[in-house]
């Protein structure tokens, strides 16, 4: 063995999970063909796009709207003259205008209001804050496009026909 293949053979030993031995590897361009399958496993999921990780909206973000947002912002409230219930409504934003802008969660109101820590702002205004958690859903939600998947809810909605008007459809903001 020579000192080339020798130090090689070390290298191999020293990546995580690597099985093979220098001795297969030889010949070979890429070291990655030397990862075991349980490597190349967590480097596919490392190296996954964030986008294919898009938070699930209907699984993460829809429940806390109907916990924690709903009871002041859906059928019997309007705080703000905001509604959060149905897609067409959360699109539509409030007293202020639109809450959710797509891609840009930090210019999102209903970003700006979770994340606040004046007392006459924050949402929910009373009750526990959300937790870190879950802010950092909402962001992920948001920065990822604001995707809101339409249920029955949100079909049944969009059948009032004073929503219809082209101002109240979803914002879309392109992202920087
Ligand atoms: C206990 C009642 C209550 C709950 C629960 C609540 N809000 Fe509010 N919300 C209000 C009131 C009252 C206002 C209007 C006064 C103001 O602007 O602060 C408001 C206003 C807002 C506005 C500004 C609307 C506009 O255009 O002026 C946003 C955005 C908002 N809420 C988001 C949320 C979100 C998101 C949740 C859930 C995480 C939530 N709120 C939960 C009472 C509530």
Not at 45 to 71: G, H, K, N, W, Y
Not at 134 to 139: A, F, N, P, T, Y
């Amino acid at each position: 063995m020579t000192a080339e293949n020798l130090s090689a053979s070390a290298g191999m030993r020293n990546l995580r999970g690597g099985k093979l031995t220098a001795r297969a590897c030889e010949g070979r361009l890429s070291v990655t063909y030397c990862f075991s399958p349980r490597m190349k496993l967590v480097l596919a999921i490392l190296l996954t796009p964030s986008l294919l990780l898009a938070v699930d909206f209907d699984r993460e973000i829809r429940p806390l709207l109907q916990e924690r947002c709903i009871e002041c912002h859906g059928e019997k409230k309007q705080k703000g003259e905001l509604r959060l219930d149905a897609k067409v409504h959360a699109f539509k934003g409030g007293h202020d205008g639109p809450a959710i802008l797509a891609g840009k969660s930090d210019a999102s109101p209903l970003f700006q209001r979770v994340t606040s820590t004046d007392e006459d702002e924050k949402m929910p205004p009373k009750g526990d804050p959300l937790t870190a958690a879950q802010i950092s859903l909402i962001r992920e939600w948001i920065n990822s496009g604001a995707q809101w998947p339409e249920n029955a809810t949100d079909k049944a909605a969009l059948t009032d026909k004073r929503l219809q008007h082209w101002s109240v459809q979803p914002i879309k903001v392109a992202s920087a």
